[in-house]
């Protein structure tokens, strides 16, 4: 029971914070993430005392979170879009290291992540915001390295072609 306490609290340590933007970037409501990051957790401690072991910590932690979070959204149609997040919680995903010439287009882009469909939206969060690489984000959606490639950069140039195309509206309209 030692060993699997001390790996809980390894795991607890290294990834909490993770795990809670995860939650929070996508529910927008700080408590139920804090309520879901504990959740997500109390079933890690479950799985390890049963005497089950975790070969890929963090992958197996996203995809509890990912479960938690679908189950959420399942009970609780007022999901907000990624807008109504940042405006309702002063939630700012920017990088603080950003320039300020950077920051109002970054806080673009986010906007337009909005406009993508939700497997876009996920794999483009999950990449580049959790900074999960493509093996990872594999194992948690179930799907093949290649399927996650392909989403990404069909994400990514769709997110390109929005923003292009808004672009250029603005500046003739």
Do not use: C
């Not at 929070?24 to 072991?53: C, H, I, N, P």
Request: glycine content about 2%.
């Amino acid at each position: 029971m030692d060993q699997q306490l001390a790996q809980f609290e390894k795991m607890y340590d290294t990834h909490s914070d993770a795990i809670f933007r995860h939650l929070f970037m996508r529910l927008g409501d700080r408590e139920r993430a804090k309520e879901l990051t504990q959740e997500a957790f109390m079933k890690v401690w479950q799985y390890l005392a049963s005497g089950k072991e975790i070969s890929y910590e963090k992958a197996f932690l996203y995809r509890i979170a990912h479960n938690l979070f679908v189950n959420e959204i399942r009970t609780d149609k007022r999901t907000k879009s990624l807008d109504e997040m940042m405006d309702d919680t002063s939630f700012d995903v920017v990088d603080t290291h950003t320039h300020a010439d950077d920051d109002a287009t970054a806080h673009e882009l986010l906007a337009y992540l909005d406009t993508l469909k939700d497997s876009y939206r996920e794999v483009l969060v999950m990449r580049y915001i959790d900074d999960l690489p493509v093996t990872e984000i594999a194992k948690l959606l179930i799907e093949s390295e290649t399927n996650i490639s392909m989403r990404i950069k069909r994400a990514l140039d769709k997110l390109k072609e929005t923003y292009e195309h808004n672009g250029k509206t603005r500046n003739h309209g």
